[in-house]
């Protein structure tokens, strides 16, 4: 794209069409103490030669987390997981990168039938009777799952549990008062929902409950009897749920959520600073109706052959103010096409085969960490591949010195969880082996 600055005859004629006499009438509203004087002072510009150099240097000082750079028990939400070399191959095709919204199916058949096949994969995953065509991340999409609660409910107040990932409460947070409803936090017992509070909490009026399991800290709730209790007060159960998780564990329909949702970055989406990342949205079919996003469905077309389109929404749906649900950009079917080629290529079998890793490695790192001095596991209950370190010493100097050794250690949780500023959250995947555990150890004891 061509950018070519203003002239001053076009800055003029401007100033004129909204009645202003200069520039600096723009900004009357601000005074004069914040405003820049003068020319700002910035370095002269470099030549070409120069500026790759520049960057090349500012790059070569990140640490990427592989085995020969930084070795990553990194979790709290991104994770570190094996990705078939197949799943660039194909999702960096240009049919892919460039595709817009097929709201032509004539033309679109193939990006409609991957994310006919990724909304399959997510209700096999969860268990949940149909899917959307994706969402941001995990914080919109339990964001998303509340909108439907409150819809279908009719209710305005909403439980959340604090073992919750804090982006997710936040996100939440800020569109429930957008909207005057009322969202009651739910403490945490043990780091996992206290299931006497919720009880206590519970009223004609609650519209949903909300819980993450594993949960932010790890640990696996008790989702079923959570469930019931919400049901008993006619409310729906809301679940966050890990998608390798549910390869061994109980899935979300099973235990007797309501709404699924979640994060899909472990299914062949790359760390990356944090992002992008590509939410899971499912649901019994009784809340179909009340999806964001785009619904894909499977049909016949005039020669009887199979065929794709989007259905049960118009394209003037999203746009349909108070009464809009919300739409989500073309660009987002990208991070889609990842994660359905991923968990294509692994399989049933093969997922399975990484959550059993995951639990197997993070048990053993938990056991090697726990026999250090100094070092204990904070919560004793069941956990899937993440676990919480309380440290006599401080974090931030337990981390730092692991990371001069080559090792990303951990999240610190005193930022989120003031009661846990002397506790770090681990995460153990499928790559990492018993040298690089044991490793781990040694660099903790070594502090």
């Known amino acids: ?15 004129t069409a909204i009645g202003a006499a200069s520039v600096d009438e723009l900004f009357k509203g601000i005074s004069h103490e914040h405003r820049a004087r003068g020319a700002i002072k910035l370095p002269g510009g470099l030549s070409e030669p120069e500026l790759m150099a520049e960057l090349e240097s500012l790059s070569g ?82 964001a998303e799952a509340v909108q439907i609660a409150c819809a279908a409910t009719k209710r305005r107040r909403v439980l959340m549990s604090r073992a919750i990932h804090p982006d997710a409460y936040r996100v939440a947070q800020t569109q429930t008062y957008e909207q005057d409803l009322e969202l009651v936090p739910l403490p945490i017992d043990g780091g996992v929902t206290d299931a006497g509070a ?37 409310a729906l159960l809301i679940q966050s749920a890990d998608p390798i998780s549910c390869a061994i564990l109980k899935r979300p329909a099973t235990l007797g959520a309501d709404i699924a949702a979640g994060e899909a970055q472990p299914l062949g989406i790359p760390m990356a600073y944090g992002g992008p990342l590509c939410g899971f949205l499912a649901c019994r079919e009784a809340h179909l109706r009340r999806m964001p996003g785009r ?28 009464r809009a ?9 990208l991070l889609a096409t990842r994660v359905t080629i991923h968990t294509a290529a692994m399989g049933r079998s093969g997922l399975r085969q990484v959550a059993q890793l995951c639990v197997n490695k993070s048990r053993y790192a938990a056991a090697r960490i726990a ?28 981390l730092d010195h692991c990371q001069g050794r080559g090792i990303a250690a951990g999240v610190p949780l005193g930022g989120w969880f003031p009661e846990l500023k002397d506790c770090f959250l681990i995460a153990v995947t499928e790559k990492r082996s018993r040298l690089q555990i044991d490793a781990l150890a040694d660099a903790l004891k070594s502090v």
């Open 1 to 15: 794209m061509r950018y070519t600055q203003i002239t001053q005859e076009q800055t003029s004629r401007m100033l």
């Open 61 to 142: 000082r990140n640490k990427a987390c592989s085995d020969d750079e930084m070795v990553c028990f990194l979790g709290g939400g991104v994770y570190d997981h094996f990705s078939p070399t197949v799943v660039n191959d194909l999702a960096m095709q240009s049919a892919f990168l460039t595709a817009y919204t097929p709201y032509q199916a004539e033309a679109s058949q193939g990006l409609l039938q991957l994310f006919y096949e990724f909304q399959t994969l997510v209700c096999q995953l969860t268990g949940m009777d149909v899917a959307n065509a994706s969402l941001y991340e995990h914080a919109s999409a339990v």
């Open 198 to 234: 919720l009880g206590a909490a519970l009223n004609e009026e609650t519209a949903a409950v909300v819980v993450q399991s594993p949960n932010f800290f790890g640990q696996i709730e008790s989702v079923a009897e959570l469930a019931d209790l919400a049901h008993g007060a006619g």
């Open 295 to 322: 619904i894909v469905g499977m049909t016949r077309d005039a020669d009887g052959k199979r065929a794709f389109c989007l259905t049960l929404q118009t394209r003037e749906q999203h746009i349909r103010r108070e």
């Open 325 to 333: 649900t919300s739409n989500i950009c073309t660009n987002q079917g």
């Open 371 to 398: 026999e250090l001095d100094g070092y204990r596991l904070k919560f004793a209950g069941p956990f899937f591949r993440e676990f919480v370190v309380q440290s006599d010493r401080p974090v931030r100097n337990v």
